[in-house]
Protein backbone atom coordinates (compact mmCIF):
# COMPACT_ATOMS: atom_id res chain seq x y z
CA UNK A 1 0.00 0.00 0.00
CA UNK A 2 1.48 3.33 -0.77
CA UNK A 3 -0.70 5.66 0.80
CA UNK A 4 1.37 5.35 4.20
CA UNK A 5 1.51 7.99 6.79
CA UNK A 6 4.39 10.27 6.93
CA UNK A 7 5.07 13.51 8.46
CA UNK A 8 3.74 15.66 6.41
CA UNK A 9 0.75 14.39 5.97
CA UNK A 10 -2.52 13.27 8.06
CA UNK A 11 -1.68 9.81 10.07
CA UNK A 12 -4.49 9.04 8.60
CA UNK A 13 -4.48 9.44 4.94
CA UNK A 14 -7.27 11.42 2.91
CA UNK A 15 -7.65 7.97 0.88
CA UNK A 16 -7.93 5.81 4.06
CA UNK A 17 -11.08 3.86 4.85
CA UNK A 18 -13.89 4.67 7.30
CA UNK A 19 -12.31 4.67 10.74
CA UNK A 20 -13.25 1.47 12.79
CA UNK A 21 -14.75 2.34 16.15
CA UNK A 22 -12.99 1.24 19.32
CA UNK A 23 -14.04 -2.14 21.25
CA UNK A 24 -15.17 0.42 24.00
CA UNK A 25 -15.35 -2.63 27.03
CA UNK A 26 -12.45 -4.22 26.17
CA UNK A 27 -10.34 -0.94 25.32
CA UNK A 28 -11.62 0.60 29.09
CA UNK A 29 -10.74 -2.32 30.90
CA UNK A 30 -7.36 -2.29 29.76
CA UNK A 31 -6.94 1.81 30.35
CA UNK A 32 -8.12 0.86 33.70
CA UNK A 33 -5.27 -1.33 34.34
CA UNK A 34 -3.19 0.70 32.97
CA UNK A 35 -3.68 3.37 35.90
CA UNK A 36 -2.44 0.97 38.31
CA UNK A 37 1.12 1.57 37.34
CA UNK A 38 1.43 5.03 37.24
CA UNK A 39 -0.22 5.58 40.45
CA UNK A 40 1.93 2.66 42.56
CA UNK A 41 4.80 4.66 40.49
CA UNK A 42 3.77 8.32 41.29
CA UNK A 43 2.32 8.15 45.10
CA UNK A 44 5.65 7.37 46.35
CA UNK A 45 6.94 10.90 44.13
CA UNK A 46 5.82 13.20 46.98
CA UNK A 47 7.14 11.45 50.62
CA UNK A 48 10.53 10.09 49.23
CA UNK A 49 12.78 12.66 50.14
CA UNK A 50 11.54 12.79 53.29
CA UNK A 51 11.00 8.99 53.81
CA UNK A 52 15.05 8.85 53.02
CA UNK A 53 15.64 11.64 55.30
CA UNK A 54 13.84 9.70 58.30
CA UNK A 55 15.32 6.31 58.05
CA UNK A 56 19.27 7.80 58.71
CA UNK A 57 20.80 6.57 56.12
CA UNK A 58 21.91 10.14 54.96
CA UNK A 59 23.22 10.56 58.84
CA UNK A 60 21.87 14.32 58.23
CA UNK A 61 23.72 15.77 55.16
CA UNK A 62 21.17 16.54 52.69
CA UNK A 63 23.71 16.54 49.72
CA UNK A 64 22.97 13.21 50.02
CA UNK A 65 19.34 13.10 49.46
CA UNK A 66 19.24 13.11 45.94
CA UNK A 67 22.05 9.91 45.69
CA UNK A 68 19.18 7.98 47.94
CA UNK A 69 16.65 8.59 46.38
CA UNK A 70 17.94 8.04 42.61
CA UNK A 71 18.92 4.93 43.55
CA UNK A 72 15.79 3.90 45.31
CA UNK A 73 13.90 5.00 41.79
CA UNK A 74 16.25 3.23 39.84
CA UNK A 75 16.17 0.00 40.59
CA UNK A 76 12.88 -0.52 40.16
CA UNK A 77 13.52 0.11 36.33
CA UNK A 78 16.95 -1.99 36.52
CA UNK A 79 14.72 -5.19 37.47
CA UNK A 80 12.41 -4.62 35.08
CA UNK A 81 15.30 -4.54 32.55
CA UNK A 82 16.06 -7.85 33.39
CA UNK A 83 12.45 -9.68 33.03
CA UNK A 84 10.07 -7.17 30.69
CA UNK A 85 11.27 -9.16 27.58
CA UNK A 86 10.80 -12.51 28.88
CA UNK A 87 7.73 -11.35 30.40
CA UNK A 88 6.39 -9.85 26.51
CA UNK A 89 7.97 -13.02 24.79
CA UNK A 90 5.82 -15.47 27.25
CA UNK A 91 2.60 -13.22 26.24
CA UNK A 92 3.29 -14.20 22.73
CA UNK A 93 2.84 -17.85 23.28
CA UNK A 94 0.42 -18.15 26.68
CA UNK A 95 -1.15 -14.81 25.92
CA UNK A 96 -2.00 -11.55 27.12
CA UNK A 97 -3.91 -12.32 30.64
CA UNK A 98 -1.87 -14.63 32.38
CA UNK A 99 0.98 -12.24 32.12
CA UNK A 100 -1.51 -9.04 33.19
CA UNK A 101 -2.79 -11.22 36.07
CA UNK A 102 0.72 -12.02 37.54
CA UNK A 103 1.89 -8.63 36.35
CA UNK A 104 -0.81 -6.70 39.18
CA UNK A 105 -0.25 -9.62 41.95
CA UNK A 106 3.36 -8.75 41.75
CA UNK A 107 2.63 -4.75 41.67
CA UNK A 108 0.34 -5.15 44.75
CA UNK A 109 1.84 -7.07 47.33
CA UNK A 110 5.22 -5.26 46.35
CA UNK A 111 3.06 -1.74 47.06
CA UNK A 112 2.18 -3.45 50.57
CA UNK A 113 5.82 -4.14 51.24
CA UNK A 114 7.25 -0.93 50.68
CA UNK A 115 4.89 0.71 52.96
CA UNK A 116 6.01 -1.48 55.62
CA UNK A 117 9.54 -0.61 54.94
CA UNK A 118 11.56 0.94 57.98
CA UNK A 119 15.19 0.51 56.28
CA UNK A 120 16.75 1.34 52.70
CA UNK A 121 17.82 -2.01 51.81
CA UNK A 122 13.90 -3.11 52.61
CA UNK A 123 12.94 -0.19 50.20
CA UNK A 124 15.12 -1.55 47.51
CA UNK A 125 13.99 -4.97 48.28
CA UNK A 126 10.25 -4.16 47.66
CA UNK A 127 11.03 -2.16 45.00
CA UNK A 128 13.04 -4.74 43.06
CA UNK A 129 10.22 -7.00 43.62
CA UNK A 130 7.85 -4.55 41.68
CA UNK A 131 9.88 -4.03 38.70
CA UNK A 132 11.08 -7.76 38.52
CA UNK A 133 7.14 -8.89 38.67
CA UNK A 134 5.71 -6.37 36.65
CA UNK A 135 5.92 -6.95 32.66
CA UNK A 136 2.53 -5.27 32.07
CA UNK A 137 3.71 -2.07 30.47
CA UNK A 138 4.94 -3.85 27.04
CA UNK A 139 1.87 -6.37 27.49
CA UNK A 140 -0.58 -3.74 27.89
CA UNK A 141 0.81 -1.99 24.91
CA UNK A 142 0.79 -4.75 22.48
CA UNK A 143 -2.95 -5.83 23.57
CA UNK A 144 -3.77 -2.12 22.70
CA UNK A 145 -2.36 -2.90 19.87
CA UNK A 146 -4.48 -5.83 18.72
CA UNK A 147 -7.40 -4.14 20.18
CA UNK A 148 -7.39 -1.65 17.15
CA UNK A 149 -6.23 -1.28 13.26
CA UNK A 150 -4.42 1.37 11.42
CA UNK A 151 -7.66 3.28 11.03
CA UNK A 152 -8.05 3.95 14.87
CA UNK A 153 -4.66 3.95 16.68
CA UNK A 154 -4.24 7.27 16.91
CA UNK A 155 -7.53 7.63 18.47
CA UNK A 156 -6.65 4.97 20.42
CA UNK A 157 -3.56 6.80 21.83
CA UNK A 158 -5.32 10.08 22.18
CA UNK A 159 -7.14 7.89 25.53
CA UNK A 160 -3.84 6.12 26.58
CA UNK A 161 -2.18 8.96 28.34
CA UNK A 162 -5.47 9.09 30.66
CA UNK A 163 -4.47 6.30 32.25
CA UNK A 164 -1.46 7.85 32.97
CA UNK A 165 -2.52 11.47 34.06
CA UNK A 166 -4.90 10.29 36.11
CA UNK A 167 -2.32 8.41 37.83
CA UNK A 168 -0.11 10.86 38.00
CA UNK A 169 -2.65 13.32 39.23
CA UNK A 170 -4.63 10.74 42.56
CA UNK A 171 -0.85 9.35 42.90
CA UNK A 172 0.55 12.60 44.22
CA UNK A 173 -2.46 13.89 46.16
CA UNK A 174 -2.54 10.07 48.04
CA UNK A 175 0.90 10.37 48.73
CA UNK A 176 1.71 13.86 49.65
CA UNK A 177 -1.96 14.11 51.94
CA UNK A 178 -1.86 10.32 53.23
CA UNK A 179 1.72 10.12 54.41
CA UNK A 180 2.23 10.26 58.21
CA UNK A 181 -1.61 10.27 58.50
CA UNK A 182 -1.06 10.36 62.54
CA UNK A 183 0.40 13.94 62.63
CA UNK A 184 -1.53 15.20 59.55
CA UNK A 185 -5.29 13.88 60.89
CA UNK A 186 -4.33 13.42 64.53
CA UNK A 187 -7.99 13.40 65.26
CA UNK A 188 -9.00 10.36 62.91
CA UNK A 189 -5.31 8.45 62.80
CA UNK A 190 -4.14 10.28 66.46
CA UNK A 191 -3.81 6.82 68.40
CA UNK A 192 -3.37 4.31 65.49
CA UNK A 193 0.27 2.58 66.53
CA UNK A 194 0.80 1.11 63.60
CA UNK A 195 0.49 4.06 61.65
CA UNK A 196 3.03 5.89 63.58
CA UNK A 197 5.32 3.00 63.04
CA UNK A 198 4.21 2.77 59.63
CA UNK A 199 3.73 6.14 58.80
CA UNK A 200 3.83 6.11 54.63
CA UNK A 201 1.88 2.68 54.67
CA UNK A 202 -1.49 4.43 54.57
CA UNK A 203 -0.49 6.20 50.78
CA UNK A 204 1.17 2.65 49.26
CA UNK A 205 -2.04 0.98 50.49
CA UNK A 206 -4.38 2.42 48.45
CA UNK A 207 -2.66 1.77 45.04
CA UNK A 208 -1.83 -1.41 46.34
CA UNK A 209 -5.60 -2.03 47.28
CA UNK A 210 -6.19 -0.57 43.55
CA UNK A 211 -4.07 -2.56 41.78
CA UNK A 212 -5.84 -6.29 43.63
CA UNK A 213 -9.26 -4.99 42.22
CA UNK A 214 -7.69 -4.71 38.82
CA UNK A 215 -6.21 -8.01 39.34
CA UNK A 216 -10.39 -9.18 39.73
CA UNK A 217 -11.55 -7.00 37.42
CA UNK A 218 -9.01 -8.53 34.79
CA UNK A 219 -9.53 -12.23 35.48
CA UNK A 220 -13.43 -11.84 35.35
CA UNK A 221 -13.72 -9.14 32.35
CA UNK A 222 -10.42 -8.99 30.01
CA UNK A 223 -10.40 -11.48 27.03
CA UNK A 224 -7.29 -12.55 25.75
CA UNK A 225 -6.11 -10.69 22.19
CA UNK A 226 -3.85 -13.48 21.02
CA UNK A 227 -5.30 -15.87 18.66
CA UNK A 228 -2.81 -18.72 18.67
CA UNK A 229 -1.98 -19.28 22.85
CA UNK A 230 -0.36 -22.47 24.57
CA UNK A 231 -1.75 -22.96 28.35
CA UNK A 232 0.45 -22.17 31.06
CA UNK A 233 0.51 -25.69 32.55
CA UNK A 234 1.42 -27.26 29.25
CA UNK A 235 4.75 -23.77 29.60
CA UNK A 236 4.90 -25.42 33.45
CA UNK A 237 5.58 -29.04 32.44
CA UNK A 238 7.82 -28.62 29.70
CA UNK A 239 9.84 -25.60 31.72
CA UNK A 240 11.28 -24.98 28.37
CA UNK A 241 9.95 -22.21 26.73
CA UNK A 242 12.26 -22.70 23.33
CA UNK A 243 10.42 -26.43 23.12
CA UNK A 244 7.00 -24.89 23.89
CA UNK A 245 7.43 -22.89 21.26
CA UNK A 246 8.31 -24.64 18.68
CA UNK A 247 6.04 -27.30 19.82
CA UNK A 248 3.00 -24.55 19.53
CA UNK A 249 4.03 -23.12 15.83
CA UNK A 250 4.52 -26.39 14.73
CA UNK A 251 0.85 -26.46 14.61
CA UNK A 252 -0.36 -26.77 10.59
CA UNK A 253 -3.32 -24.98 11.62
CA UNK A 254 -1.31 -21.55 12.23
CA UNK A 255 -0.91 -19.49 9.24
CA UNK A 256 3.00 -18.63 9.13
CA UNK A 257 2.41 -14.89 9.46
CA UNK A 258 0.48 -15.17 12.72
CA UNK A 259 3.70 -16.91 14.27
CA UNK A 260 6.01 -15.21 16.97
CA UNK A 261 9.70 -14.64 15.27
CA UNK A 262 12.47 -15.51 17.20
CA UNK A 263 14.27 -12.75 18.99
CA UNK A 264 17.14 -12.37 16.34
CA UNK A 265 14.58 -11.22 13.52
CA UNK A 266 13.53 -9.27 15.30
CA UNK A 267 17.11 -7.25 15.12
CA UNK A 268 16.40 -5.22 12.03
CA UNK A 269 17.13 -1.54 11.71
CA UNK A 270 12.94 -0.41 12.29
CA UNK A 271 13.15 -1.66 15.39
CA UNK A 272 16.28 -0.52 16.52
CA UNK A 273 15.62 2.94 15.46
CA UNK A 274 12.40 3.22 17.03
CA UNK A 275 13.82 1.52 20.37
CA UNK A 276 15.93 3.84 20.73
CA UNK A 277 14.02 7.03 20.52
CA UNK A 278 11.69 5.54 23.13
CA UNK A 279 14.48 5.03 24.80
CA UNK A 280 16.05 8.45 24.83
CA UNK A 281 12.78 10.05 25.15
CA UNK A 282 12.31 8.10 28.47
CA UNK A 283 15.73 9.01 29.74
CA UNK A 284 14.39 12.30 29.23
CA UNK A 285 11.40 11.78 30.64
CA UNK A 286 12.47 10.01 33.93
CA UNK A 287 15.09 12.63 34.67
CA UNK A 288 12.87 15.30 34.64
CA UNK A 289 10.29 13.67 36.79
CA UNK A 290 12.94 11.92 38.91
CA UNK A 291 15.07 15.51 39.80
CA UNK A 292 11.56 17.42 40.24
CA UNK A 293 10.68 16.59 43.53
CA UNK A 294 14.15 16.55 44.86
CA UNK A 295 14.33 19.95 43.52
CA UNK A 296 10.78 21.13 45.23
CA UNK A 297 11.92 19.81 48.10
CA UNK A 298 15.06 20.88 48.64
CA UNK A 299 15.99 23.89 50.73
CA UNK A 300 16.20 27.39 48.36
CA UNK A 301 19.33 28.18 49.91
CA UNK A 302 20.73 25.08 48.88
CA UNK A 303 19.18 25.24 45.06
CA UNK A 304 15.69 23.92 45.34
CA UNK A 305 12.36 25.46 46.24
CA UNK A 306 12.17 24.16 50.05
CA UNK A 307 8.23 22.57 49.60
CA UNK A 308 6.79 20.23 52.13
CA UNK A 309 5.08 16.96 50.59
CA UNK A 310 1.61 18.00 50.74
CA UNK A 311 2.63 21.42 48.75
CA UNK A 312 4.97 18.74 46.14
CA UNK A 313 1.72 16.65 45.62
CA UNK A 314 -0.53 19.39 44.83
CA UNK A 315 2.09 20.46 42.32
CA UNK A 316 2.74 17.18 40.62
CA UNK A 317 -0.79 16.58 40.81
CA UNK A 318 -2.05 19.69 38.47
CA UNK A 319 0.34 18.62 36.15
CA UNK A 320 -0.89 15.34 35.40
CA UNK A 321 -4.64 16.71 34.98
CA UNK A 322 -3.17 19.11 32.50
CA UNK A 323 -1.32 16.36 30.84
CA UNK A 324 -4.40 14.34 30.65
CA UNK A 325 -7.10 16.79 29.27
CA UNK A 326 -4.14 17.79 27.12
CA UNK A 327 -3.22 14.80 25.11
CA UNK A 328 -6.98 14.09 25.64
CA UNK A 329 -8.13 17.25 23.59
CA UNK A 330 -5.26 18.02 21.14
CA UNK A 331 -3.14 15.11 20.43
CA UNK A 332 -4.63 13.40 17.85
CA UNK A 333 -5.21 16.46 15.97
CA UNK A 334 -1.74 17.50 16.35
CA UNK A 335 -0.55 14.12 14.59
CA UNK A 336 -2.91 14.06 11.90
CA UNK A 337 -1.90 17.61 11.46
CA UNK A 338 1.95 17.11 11.82
CA UNK A 339 2.21 14.27 11.15
CA UNK A 340 4.20 11.03 13.88
CA UNK A 341 7.52 12.01 13.63
CA UNK A 342 7.19 16.25 13.67
CA UNK A 343 5.06 15.43 16.90
CA UNK A 344 7.70 13.42 18.42
CA UNK A 345 10.11 16.11 17.64
CA UNK A 346 8.24 18.83 18.89
CA UNK A 347 8.30 17.03 22.53
CA UNK A 348 11.68 16.38 22.62
CA UNK A 349 12.25 19.96 22.08
CA UNK A 350 10.37 20.99 24.45
CA UNK A 351 12.51 19.62 26.97
CA UNK A 352 14.88 22.35 26.48
CA UNK A 353 12.84 24.53 28.38
CA UNK A 354 12.13 22.41 30.82
CA UNK A 355 15.38 21.99 31.91
CA UNK A 356 16.27 25.60 31.77
CA UNK A 357 13.18 26.53 34.12
CA UNK A 358 14.87 25.26 37.35
CA UNK A 359 17.71 27.59 37.99
CA UNK A 360 15.32 30.06 36.74
CA UNK A 361 12.90 29.31 39.72
CA UNK A 362 15.44 28.67 42.16
CA UNK A 363 16.75 32.18 40.94
CA UNK A 364 13.17 33.85 41.82
CA UNK A 365 12.78 31.60 45.00
CA UNK A 366 16.52 33.60 46.51
CA UNK A 367 15.19 36.76 45.26
CA UNK A 368 11.66 37.15 46.51
CA UNK A 369 10.54 33.81 47.99
CA UNK A 370 7.26 32.49 47.17
CA UNK A 371 6.21 35.41 44.44
CA UNK A 372 3.91 35.52 41.85
CA UNK A 373 6.62 35.63 39.60
CA UNK A 374 7.93 32.12 40.86
CA UNK A 375 4.88 30.71 40.57
CA UNK A 376 4.19 31.99 36.82
CA UNK A 377 7.90 29.92 36.22
CA UNK A 378 6.41 26.54 37.66
CA UNK A 379 3.60 27.03 35.58
CA UNK A 380 5.62 27.27 32.63
CA UNK A 381 7.36 24.14 33.35
CA UNK A 382 4.69 22.09 33.59
CA UNK A 383 3.06 23.65 30.14
CA UNK A 384 6.29 22.81 28.53
CA UNK A 385 6.48 19.30 30.73
CA UNK A 386 3.00 18.64 29.23
CA UNK A 387 4.28 18.89 25.39
CA UNK A 388 7.00 15.86 26.65
CA UNK A 389 4.41 13.93 26.60
CA UNK A 390 3.13 14.47 23.12
CA UNK A 391 6.38 12.46 21.99
CA UNK A 392 4.78 9.22 24.04
CA UNK A 393 1.75 8.69 21.28
CA UNK A 394 4.21 8.97 18.45
CA UNK A 395 6.18 6.78 19.29
CA UNK A 396 3.79 4.30 20.39
CA UNK A 397 2.67 4.22 16.43
CA UNK A 398 6.20 3.73 15.63
CA UNK A 399 7.18 1.02 17.85
CA UNK A 400 4.10 -0.76 16.67
CA UNK A 401 4.79 -0.40 13.47
CA UNK A 402 7.94 -1.43 13.54
CA UNK A 403 7.10 -5.17 14.47
CA UNK A 404 7.38 -7.97 11.37
CA UNK A 405 4.66 -9.35 12.23
CA UNK A 406 1.11 -8.64 14.69
CA UNK A 407 2.41 -12.32 16.08
CA UNK A 408 5.88 -10.80 17.60
CA UNK A 409 3.94 -7.53 18.98
CA UNK A 410 5.03 -8.43 22.16
CA UNK A 411 8.45 -9.12 21.80
CA UNK A 412 8.67 -6.02 20.05
CA UNK A 413 7.21 -4.52 22.73
CA UNK A 414 9.31 -6.29 25.61
CA UNK A 415 11.97 -5.74 23.57
CA UNK A 416 11.94 -1.69 23.22
CA UNK A 417 10.90 -1.52 26.65
CA UNK A 418 14.23 -3.39 27.88
CA UNK A 419 16.19 -0.69 26.36
CA UNK A 420 13.66 1.56 27.92
CA UNK A 421 13.94 0.10 31.51
CA UNK A 422 17.99 0.23 31.43
CA UNK A 423 17.47 4.30 30.45
CA UNK A 424 14.91 4.56 33.34
CA UNK A 425 16.95 2.97 35.49
CA UNK A 426 20.24 4.98 34.69
CA UNK A 427 17.87 8.18 34.80
CA UNK A 428 17.00 8.72 38.12
CA UNK A 429 20.57 7.59 39.57
CA UNK A 430 22.41 9.80 36.74
CA UNK A 431 19.86 12.86 37.18
CA UNK A 432 19.82 12.86 41.01
CA UNK A 433 23.38 12.25 41.68
CA UNK A 434 24.45 15.13 39.37
CA UNK A 435 22.44 16.96 41.26
CA UNK A 436 23.43 15.98 44.58
CA UNK A 437 27.03 16.69 42.92
CA UNK A 438 25.84 20.03 41.60
CA UNK A 439 24.63 21.16 45.24
CA UNK A 440 27.84 19.82 46.90
CA UNK A 441 30.24 21.34 44.59
CA UNK A 442 28.86 24.16 43.48
CA UNK A 443 29.53 23.14 40.21
CA UNK A 444 28.67 26.35 37.18
CA UNK A 445 26.80 27.73 40.54
CA UNK A 446 25.37 24.33 41.59
CA UNK A 447 23.25 24.10 38.20
CA UNK A 448 25.58 21.78 36.14
CA UNK A 449 23.23 18.99 36.15
CA UNK A 450 20.88 20.83 33.68
CA UNK A 451 23.26 21.87 31.13
CA UNK A 452 24.33 18.18 30.70
CA UNK A 453 20.18 17.25 30.51
CA UNK A 454 19.96 20.11 27.73
CA UNK A 455 22.85 18.34 26.36
CA UNK A 456 21.07 15.20 26.25
CA UNK A 457 18.15 16.69 24.76
CA UNK A 458 20.27 17.74 21.57
CA UNK A 459 21.69 14.13 21.31
CA UNK A 460 18.01 12.76 21.28
CA UNK A 461 16.97 15.42 18.58
CA UNK A 462 19.82 13.83 16.20
CA UNK A 463 18.40 10.42 16.96
CA UNK A 464 15.01 11.66 16.10
CA UNK A 465 15.85 12.74 12.64
CA UNK A 466 16.33 9.13 12.04
CA UNK A 467 12.95 8.39 12.46
CA UNK A 468 11.60 7.93 8.74
CA UNK A 469 9.11 9.99 7.12
CA UNK A 470 6.80 7.50 6.77
CA UNK A 471 5.14 5.39 9.91
CA UNK A 472 6.21 1.40 9.30
CA UNK A 473 3.29 -0.93 8.16
Not at 214 to 237: Q, R
Not at 292 to 313: D, K, M, N, Y
Not at 407 to 423: D, E, K, P, R
Request: aromatic share 12%; net charge positive.
Amino acid sequence: MTDRPDEETPLLHHAQPKKTPLPWFQFSIVMFLQLAEPLTSQVIYPFTPELIRNIGITNGDETKVGYYVGMMQSIFFLTQAFTVLHWSRISDIVGRKPVILTGLFGLSVSMYLFGLSRTFWALVLSRSLNGALNGNIGVIKSMMAELTDETNISTAYAYMPIAWSTGGTLGPIIGGSLSRPAEQFPHLFGNNEFLKKYPYFLPCAVPATFTAVAWLVTFFFLKETVKHTVPVSHLIKRRNTKIVDEDAQSSKDIPEHEKPLPLRSLLIWRVIIAGANYASLSLIDIAFRAIQPVFFSTPIELGGLGLSPAAIGNVLSIFGLWNGVFQLCFFTRIIDRLGAKATFIVGIAASFPVFASFPIMNYLARQGGYSLSLWIAVGFQLVCGVLIGLSYGAIFIFVQGSSPNRASLGATNGLCQMTVSLMRALGPAMANSLFSLSMDKGYLGGYLVYYILMGVVGMSLYVALLLPKRVWS
